[in-house]
Antibody, heavy 120, light 107 residues
Framework: QVQLQESGPGLVKPSQTLSLTCTVSGGSISSGGYYWTWIRQHPGKGLEWIGYIYYSGSTYYNVSLKSRVTISVDTSKNHFSLELNSMTAADTAVYYC????????????WGQGTMVSVSS | SYELTQPPSVSVSPGQTASITCSGDKLGEKYACWYQQKPGQSPVLVMYQDTKRPSGIPERFSGSNSGNTATLTISGTQAMDEADYYCQAWDRNTYVKFGGGTKLTVL
């Protein structure tokens, strides 16, 4: 059974770059046909899609975050990563990684989420 | 940009039917899916491709999508169904969109 686990700093200073990793266990990130996705949730708010990457390396990002986001895959480590630069307090949120089959157009497996706070 | 609109809250009595709507321009021409999120937990997919239930989701959950509205219906609602529900669809088949979420209260 595939599981996802986010890891990274819980606290980031304003203007710094956030780097998060989502480690895949129980399956290979190289297997085709999936969206490997990052989603965040501001405290007490709804879900916001950040972006996703295909196994081929193609990426798509939320237009509102596109200038600050990079998602990448490391097949040797079986994980994918999120980088979000120029962090501000408005980026304080729980960050989730998720996987979804492309033919289902939905995200079936989610990580537990990791809380990231932005503060000096 | 494409927007999905959900009612902020829905209330239902135990054993009754709850309907949660999600509205978007020509949403019926896209696939909609639904997630359930309980406090402190990650979202769980409860419906995909409008009407399909993932393995392990009870049969009391059903979905529909037509025109501008997708609906998640919970028949015989139980206390354990109390949660936030989010609809999701794809804009131009590429960009993921979530609705604002609906808090379902079972009382």
């Amino acid at each position: 059974q595939v599981q996802l686990q986010e890891s990274g700093p819980g606290l980031v200073k304003p203007s710094q770059t956030l780097s998060l990793t989502c480690t895949v266990s129980g399956g290979s990130i190289s297997s085709g046909g999936y969206y490997w996705t990052w989603i965040r949730q501001h405290p007490g708010k709804g879900l916001e899609w950040i972006g996703y990457i295909y196994y081929s390396g193609s990426t798509y990002y939320n237009v509102s975050l596109k200038s600050r986001v990079t998602i990448s895959v490391d097949t040797s480590k079986n994980h994918f990563s999120l980088e979000l630069n120029s962090m501000t307090a408005a980026d304080t949120a729980v960050y989730y990684c998720a996987r979804g089959p492309m033919d289902r157009k939905a995200f079936e497996i989610w990580g537990q989420g990791t809380m990231v706070s932005v503060s000096s | 940009s494409y927007e999905l609109t959900q009612p902020p809250s829905v209330s239902v009595s135990p054993g009754q039917t709850a309907s949660i709507t999600c509205s978007g321009d020509k949403l019926g021409e896209k696939y909609a899916c639904w997630y359930q999120q309980k406090p402190g937990q990650s979202p769980v997919l409860v419906m995909y491709q409008d009407t399909k239930r993932p393995s392990g989701i009870p049969e009391r959950f059903s979905g529909s999508n037509s025109g501008n509205t997708a609906t998640l219906t919970i028949s015989g609602t139980q206390a354990m169904d109390e949660a936030d529900y989010y609809c999701q669809a794809w804009d131009r088949n590429t960009y993921v969109k979530f609705g604002g979420g609906t808090k379902l209260t079972v009382l």
